[in-house]
């Protein structure tokens, strides 16, 4: 992988992420988000800025994992072998958390069923993402 793919796969994979998460949380499941206003921060263009740094990060530190680790346990252009990995980089690293945060911290159910979705779709879409620029 080149330099020039790495960077393209680590902001795409940000831009995805983005647009994943204002979807369903942002949108689809926010009306769950206020019926527990206690727990949430006001929103403002500081916050929005970092959400934004951070899935940029996400993207960095994805294609870097796909560049030393995942490549070696997928079938090069096989989309059903990368959407695998994705479900399982989100089951060892988003589900357990996720889930345990719910139990401690006071969101909504439906609410946290909108962020399961979210960065289980967000993990799938950056490995097929990272597979497109992997593998040129």
């Known amino acids: 992988m080149s330099a020039i793919h790495f960077i393209l796969s680590a902001i795409s ?30 929103e403002n263009y500081s916050n929005y800025t970092y959400s934004t740094l951070l899935s940029l ?3 960095v530190l994805f294609t870097l994992f796909y560049l030393k680790i995942g490549a070696h346990y997928v079938l ?3 989309l059903w072998s ?5 479900l399982i980089c989100f089951a060892c690293f988003s589900f357990v958390s996720a889930i345990n945060n719910s139990i401690y911290i006071n969101y909504d159910k439906k609410f946290v ?7 289980c779709l967000t993990y799938i879409s950056a490995a097929i993402i990272v597979s497109l ?3 040129r």
């Open 13 to 42: 994979i940000g831009f995805a992420n983005t647009v994943i998460e204002w979807f369903f949380i942002g949108f689809l499941f926010h009306k769950y988000q206020a019926l527990t206003p206690q727990t949430w921060r006001p």
């Open 57 to 59: 990060l996400f993207g």
């Open 76 to 78: 090069p252009g096989s």
């Open 82 to 86: 990368h959407i695998k990995l994705g």
């Open 113 to 119: 069923a909108g962020l399961l979705i979210a960065s």
């Open 133 to 135: 620029f992997y593998w």
